[in-house]
C-alpha cells in the first residue's frame, strides 16, 4: 500500500557528444519498520540546526541559485532536479568552488590533448584543475583510476566547465582518494579524522566506471576522509559488486569525513533517465556511506539499482544486500538532509527503494523538505514509502510529497 505524505549509457551519450565514449550495521529483517512520523530532528544543510555528524555552516544563497553549465546540456539527462524547488539557504561551503587561476589545465585546446594520461598526471599534482579540451563536449576514457595524493591540496578542486565526462571504460574505477592510503601519503596521524584534502568536483560527468573488482564499492568515485562535495555533476551506468551485505555506492562511496560535517550534494544527477544512465550495485545504487552525514539539494536520483540479495547482515544461504535504491546510509550519528531532491524510479531486491538509513545506536536522523520520493520498487521493512529505517528513527518532513 502506497501512502502519501506532502505537508506544505555509454551509447546514448555517443549518439550526441561524439563518438569518444571508447568507449558494519545490519537491517532488521523481518517485521515493519513503523510509521517514522515527523519529528523534532537536529537538520544538517539546509535550514537545519546542525546536529552532531552533520553540522554544515549557515549560507545566503538560494538553493536553486548557483549557476549549472549542465542544467541544458547537448547530451543526457540535466545535471540536477530541473524544478530546483529547495526554498532554504544553501551553506556557504556547499557553493562552487572560485576555478578562475588553476594550478592545472588538462588539454592544449584540442581534444586529442585531453588524454587518460593527463588527467591521471593532473590529479595526481592536485590543486584546482580545469580543462581546455576545445569547443565541444568530450568524453575522456581513463586507461587507469586517477588517484588523488593527500598532500597535494589542501583543496583539491575537478572542475570540467561542463563539457567534459570522465569514462571508466566499464574498466575500473574513475576517481580515488583515501587519506588512510599510506601509497597515497599520509599527512597527519589521525587519518580517519583529518580536514584535508578538500576535494570538490564539479560541472562534471562520470560514466562507465566500474569497481566490481574493489572491496569497497564506489563505481565511479571512492572517497575516504577529508572534505568532500559535489556540485553540478553527472552519474551515468556506474557499477559496482553486484552482491555483498555492505559493499556499496554505484556511483559514489564514502567514508569518514572531517569531524562528522556532511558531504554536500547540489545540482547533481545520478542515473536520471532509462535507458542504461543508471547505475547499479549491491547497495546504494546511487551513493553509500558509513558513518558519514549527508546535505543533498536539488539533486535527481532515478532508475538506479541494489542488486544484492539477502540484505545485511546477509540471511542463511544468501550473498547479502540489495538495499538502498538510491540512497545506502549505515553507522551511528549521522544526519541525511534532502532539499529539492527528487527520488523515483530506483529499485531494490531487500530494503529501502529510496533510502536504506540504519543508525546502529539510533541516534541518527533524517530530514526531508521540498522533495520528492515516489514510484520507487522492491523491497520490505518501511517505516515511510520509500525509506527503510528503525521505527525510531527521527524523520522530518516538510513540504513533501512520499508515495
Known sequence: MSDRVAVGLAAVLCGVMCPMLLGCGSDANSGGGGTGGAGAAAGAGPGGAGGTGGTASGGTSA?????????????????????????????????????????????????????????????????????????????????????????????????????????????????????????????????????????????????????????????AVFVRGGRFKIINSRFFNNVCADVGPDVGGAAVRVLGQFEGRPVHVVNSTFGGADGGFGNTCSNGG????????WSIVNSL????????????PAQAGTPGGGSGGAIYNDGNTMTLSLC???????????HGSAIFFVSNDHSGNI????STITGNTGGSWYGQPGISMHDDTQIEINNSTLE
Open 63 to 219: 538553493g536553486g541559485s548557483i549557476n549549472n553549465p549542465l542544467a541544458n546540456p547537448e547530451s543526457g539527462p540535466p545535471a540536477g532536479n530541473p524544478a530546483a524547488p529547495c526554498s532554504l539557504p544553501l551553506p556557504a561551503e556547499a557553493g562552487l568552488e572560485d576555478t578562475s587561476t588553476p594550478d592545472q589545465v588538462v588539454g592544449d585546446g584540442t581534444a586529442a590533448s585531453c588524454t587518460s594520461e593527463a588527467v591521471v598526471a593532473a590529479v595526481a599534482k592536485g590543486g584546482v584543475i580545469t580543462f581546455d579540451c576545445g569547443d565541444d563536449p568530450i568524453v575522456i576514457p581513463l586507461k587507469q583510476t586517477a588517484k588523488i595524493v593527500n598532500d597535494t591540496g589542501p583543496k583539491i578542486v575537478i572542475d570540467g566547465g561542463g563539457k567534459v565526462a570522465l569514462s571508466g571504460e566499464g574498466k575500473r574505477r574513475i576517481l580515488y582518494m583515501n587519506t588512510c592510503d599510506e601509497a597515497q601519503k599520509w599527512t597527519t596521524s589521525h587519518c580517519q579524522d583529518q580536514d584535508h584534502p578538500q576535494l570538490t568536483l564539479q560541472n562534471i560527468t562520470f560514466t562507465d566506471g566500474n569497481a566490481k573488482s574493489e572491496e569497497e564499492g564506489g563505481g
Open 286 to 293: 546511487g551513493v553509500s556511506s558509513i558513518g558519514v552525514s
Open 301 to 312: 536520483f532515478s532508475h538506479n539499482q541494489a542488486v544484492g540479495n539477502g540484505a545485511n
Open 340 to 350: 529539492g531532491v527528487d527520488i523515483r524510479n530506483n529499485e531494490v531486491n531487500a
Open 367 to 370: 530530514v526531508i523538505n521540498d
